[in-house]
């Protein structure tokens, strides 16, 4: 259980060196140690801090009220936009 919740923080601490990128944004933060369903880690370490650079991902996908949601991580050319840009995007 504590090495769920470890892991699940590790991911912030690696976003606290872009503190200056961030300081005007709300933080949520999600624990979940529950092991009765599946979820998709997206790995910090696949999103680049800029655009035009390299990003596994297309798309970031949640379930927000039972609802399922997602936010594009490329434009319409299927450029990168960046981690910060995508974080704008979410408030």
């Given at each position: 259980?504590?090495?769920?919740?470890?892991?699940?923080?590790?991911?912030?601490?690696?976003?606290?060196?872009?503190?200056k990128d961030f300081e005007n944004c709300d933080i949520e933060l999600i624990?979940?140690?529950a092991t009765t369903h599946t979820s998709k880690n997206y790995d910090i370490?696949?999103?680049?801090?800029?655009?035009?650079?390299?990003?596994?991902?297309?798309?970031?996908?949640?379930?927000?009220?039972?609802?399922?949601?997602?936010?594009?991580?490329?434009?319409?050319?299927?450029?990168?936009?960046?981690?910060?840009?995508?974080?704008?995007?979410?408030?």
């Open positions: 259980m504590y090495c769920t919740i470890l892991a699940q923080f590790g991911r912030l601490f690696k976003l606290i060196e872009f503190k624990v979940d140690n370490n696949h999103f680049n801090k800029f655009p035009g650079t390299n990003c596994i991902f297309k798309t970031i996908e949640w379930l927000e009220n039972d609802l399922k949601q997602s936010i594009d991580c490329v434009d319409q050319n299927g450029v990168y936009i960046g981690l910060l840009d995508i974080c704008k995007k979410l408030g």
